[in-house]
């Protein structure tokens, strides 16, 4: 966010204030999801193995990868604006 004021020129505290609204709606889902988890008494996940996270994690590189690919097309001009 602060990137994202710093290119549009806009006053760092709006910017702030832009961001107040969803942190406050995810602190309320997650302690809505805490609370529903403890009342409905849902079992907790079995704890993955060590090659389980491995495998996944591999799976996962070209979508982790995404979002730096995407920044550097923007960065570089590969994309048209």
């Not at 602060?2 to 832009?18: D, E, F, N």
């Not at 591999?58 to 097309?73: D, F, R, T, Y």
């Given at each position: 966010?602060?990137?994202?004021?710093?290119?549009?020129?806009?006053?760092?505290?709006?910017?702030?204030?832009?961001?107040?609204?969803?942190?406050?709606?995810?602190?309320?889902?997650?302690?809505?999801?805490?609370?529903?988890?403890?009342?409905?008494?849902?079992?907790?996940?079995?704890?993955?193995?060590?090659?389980?996270?491995g495998q996944v994690t591999?799976?996962?590189?070209?979508?982790?990868?995404?979002?730096?690919?995407?920044?550097?097309?923007l960065h570089w001009s590969?994309?048209?604006?």
């Open positions: 966010m602060i990137l994202y004021g710093a290119l549009v020129q806009t006053r760092l505290v709006h910017c702030s204030q832009a961001d107040l609204f969803p942190f406050c709606v995810a602190i309320t889902l997650a302690i809505a999801a805490v609370v529903v988890g403890k009342t409905q008494r849902v079992p907790a996940a079995r704890a993955a193995s060590w090659k389980e996270r591999v799976k996962a590189i070209p979508s982790l990868c995404l979002p730096v690919i995407i920044l550097a097309h590969f994309y048209p604006y």
